[in-house]
């Protein structure tokens, strides 16, 4: 069974800085992708930055230029870097990652998320 635990949220103001991470335990056969989304309330998640295939790294239009996504050489941690933080940042940033069970099943895991606020 794998597990993805979130951490690095907090509160900051307007231009502040905070690093997420993103640990995983459990075993997976591969990854086809893993990545970070965030959803304000009464909002839909959406996709914040991820790492795909051959290891494409893609940005939202949001956060290019202020956001960094990341992993470690064992690919068990993910980590993202976010500078420059604005209010419209503010959310429940998640990180996921997609990729095949032992049994051949495509699957999508989530870990609980972290909150992230920016005070104006």
């Known amino acids: 069974q794998v597990q993805l635990v979130e951490s690095g949220g907090g509160l900051v103001q307007t231009g502040g800085s905070l690093r997420l991470s993103c640990a995983r335990s459990g075993s997976i056969l591969s990854i086809t992708s893993m990545g970070w989304y965030r959803q304000a309330p009464g909002k839909q998640r959406e996709l914040v930055a991820q790492?795909?295939?051959?290891?494409?790294?893609d940005y939202a239009s949001f956060v290019m230029g202020r956001f960094t996504i990341g992993r470690d050489n064992g690919q068990n941690t993910m980590y993202l870097q976010m500078n420059s933080l604005k209010p419209e940042d503010t959310g429940d940033y998640y990180c996921s990652i997609s990729g095949s069970d032992y049994s051949g099943q495509n699957q999508r895991y989530w870990g609980q998320g972290t909150q992230v606020t920016v005070s104006s």
């Open positions: 790492i795909g295939s051959f290891g494409r790294v």
